[in-house]
């Protein structure tokens, strides 16, 4: 005959095996609860950040346009140019800042649009080089990268075999983005960090080079387009900025043996850089914007996950 006192234990056992599962089951379904608001709580923040920005863009679009009516120069003195000021919006902050794209110069213009090496801007790139203690011949390897064949161009040529073990080949073409400069053989990341602030990519129209803003162009730029200027002659033409017209450049000592037809006192293209922040979300975005004829044009948008 079964003993009373040990059905019982067994039974008592047997509950409490059963409520620490449900106990544990209660347990991982709040935490599977809070994971999901969490979520849905990601979600919605980063969806209210994402449009931010995009309020963001329509107010530097104003910006272009009405400085397109109001001013036939661009300048780091006019108000699309001031420093961003956070403002506040629905519980989170939103802040933008525009730079003109036509301050750098542009990496794209080292090719034509047939996919042929420009050798007047391929000396202009080696000349920046030398300036900032860079191999020149690393711009043999950016042009490889860059044109339409498959030769490689002069000593610092790279083309297939520098690629050989890499999870991708020579592009052949025109850079799309910043970030694709670290693929091309022997520009590591203190090659391109020392290229930041003076080149940038951005479009290249077809048969025409991409002009330089005089009026908020680095120096380490111009003295790259004019092989007679000097640091201080650099220093002294940015000191008398703005400019309303080439004129003064014209007559300058320096400027023989240099392009003037590549500088300009207007810019149209222009980058923003757009941040908003709503609890723990912090989105960030660029836009590059193109500007013809007051009509403003978004070109590319990028989500920017990682910055260094």
Known sequence: MNDPH????????????????????AANAAYEDMLSLRRAENQQLSATAELACLSALKLARLALESDAKNSDTDNSEEDW?????????DGGLVMGQLEDSNRFYNLNDLVTSEGVADRYSVVEVKRLFTLLELDPSLVDALVDWMDSDNLPSGSGGAEGEAYYGKPYSVKNARLDRWNELGMVAGFDAPVVQALQGIVMVRPAYTGVKTLVNINTADKRVLRMLFPQMTDADADAMIAARPYADLTTMITQPWAAGGNITRLSVTSDMFLLHAQAVFGHVDWKEDYLLARQGGKISLRWRERKIWQP
């Open 81 to 89: 140019a001031l420093p961003p000021t956070p403002f506040p919006l």
């Open 6 to 25: 040990h059905q019982r234990g067994a039974a008592l056992i047997i509950v409490l095996g059963l409520v620490a599962l449900i106990a544990g089951w």
